[in-house]
Structures are given as C-alpha cells and as structure tokens.
C-alpha cells in the first residue's frame, strides 16, 4: 500500500527556535506535496506545497525542504511562535489524483 | 464566504441508530470528500466523489454510505452505527483534484456512538 511516513509524532520547540518535520514517501509517481496546518477545533487547511522539480520552496517562516532521490521532503518553521502551534499533517498526491496522507506531527511551541 | 458547512458539529448516538452528516460547499467545487480523524491514525478517506453520481470508496468504506444528488452537497450516512465509528469527520472539497490537490476543509463533526 501506498504510504508517506511522517516523524516525529509531536514536537515541542521554544519560542523563536526552528521546527522540523519530516516526511518520507515510498512511490515515485506521486508528483504533488502539499503541508496541511491543523488548528484545534478546526479543518485542516492548506500551508505550502512542492512539486519534485524543485528542491525548495519558502514562504515566510516557512520551507519545503524536497530531496527527490531520497524520497523525503520536509517541513521548516523558522523563528517558531507560540501561533504556530497546531497539527500539521504532510500528504503527496498520487497517480489517481488522491491524497496519501501523514500520521501527522502535533507541534507545541513554549512561550 | 467560501467555505464547507457541515452538521452537526457534535453528534452523541447509539449502536444501531442510523444517523446522517451532512455537508455543503458554496465554491461550485467538482471533488468532494470524506475524511475520519482518529489520534495516531491521521486522517483516512472514507469516500470522495469526482462530480455529481460519481462516488468511489476510499481507504476505509466500511460501515458508511455517501451519496452526490446534487454538487454542492455530499451527505455521510451511517446506516447502523458501531462504536468502532466513534471518532472526528471532515468533509473536504477541491475544484477538482486533476488541476490542484488543494482541499478545503469543513470544522468537523465529532461523533461518538455509544
């Protein structure tokens, strides 16, 4: 079965520290990678996203970091904020036009 | 607003009675979807549909239906609910999944069969 293998499950990282998620997939067809940011009581929502031509993608405190011969790609926060806190779910779309999801990483940024 | 509405937001039932979710997008999206979220699981697709009278299982089908009459709606049925059903339920929509993978998603229903 097709899956992505997202670590670690949660995450705690001072204020102003950088949070690192990783994600690791195992078909090379999948061509989409999208990061979705999950806030309590609520959906999840669409962060940033990558295709394997690129092998980083940055907006604002956040990178897509994409090694396509590893099959790994992974999720940076710099200056990490007490907002950020949230579960954020790493997914890659396959050849049948679905998403392969996380288990997801919980990420708690201290004060 | 654009936005996925679904309802209830908090359901508490018991085994066997049959219950429904619905949800609705105001975006004239193609692709609709239905997620499970349960703690360590992630989220697992239950059912999606490409457009309207196309409905296909996902990862974990068992135990539901879902229907697509019109687009913009695409309701969960539990026709006989287990405990085993107890969990969170997003409904998610997309334009269509063949251009962008980007899902919009509904808050959630929380439902916990007793």
């Known amino acids: 079965q097709q899956q992505v293998k997202q670590s670690p499950q949660s995450l705690i990282v001072q204020k102003g520290g950088i949070s690192i998620i990783n994600c690791a997939y195992e078909?090379?067809?999948?061509?989409?990678f999208p990061w979705y940011q999950q806030f309590p009581g609520k959906g999840p929502a669409l962060l940033i996203a990558?295709?394997?031509d690129v092998s980083e993608k940055k907006e604002g405190r956040f990178t897509i970091s994409f090694n396509k011969s590893a099959k790994q790609f992974s999720l940076h926060i710099m200056d990490s904020q007490p907002g950020d806190s949230a579960t954020y779910f790493c997914?890659?779309?396959?050849?049948?036009?679905?998403?392969?999801w996380g288990a997801g990483t919980k990420l708690i940024i201290k004060p | 607003e654009a936005q996925v509405t679904q309802n209830p937001r908090y359901l508490i039932t018991v085994t066997g009675k049959k219950l429904t979710v619905t949800c609705s997008q105001n975006?004239?999206?193609?692709?609709m979807s239905w997620y499970r979220q349960d703690p360590g699981l992630g989220l697992r697709q239950i059912y999606y549909?490409?457009?309207?009278?196309?409905?296909d299982k996902g990862d974990v089908p068992e135990g539901y239906k879902v229907s697509r009459k019109e687009k913009r709606n695409f309701p969960l049925i539990l026709e006989s609910p287990s405990p085993n059903q107890t969990s969170l339920y997003f409904c998610?929509?997309?334009?269509?999944?063949?251009?962008?993978?980007?899902?919009?998603f509904g808050e959630g229903s929380r439902l916990t069969v007793l």
């Open positions: 998610a929509s997309s334009y269509s999944q063949q251009i962008t993978g980007e899902l919009f």
């Open positions: 975006m004239n999206h193609e692709y």
């Open positions: 549909s490409m457009n309207v009278e196309v409905t």
């Open positions: 078909n090379t067809a999948f061509d989409y």
């Open positions: 990558i295709r394997p």
């Open positions: 997914a890659a779309f396959d050849s049948n036009y679905q998403l392969i």
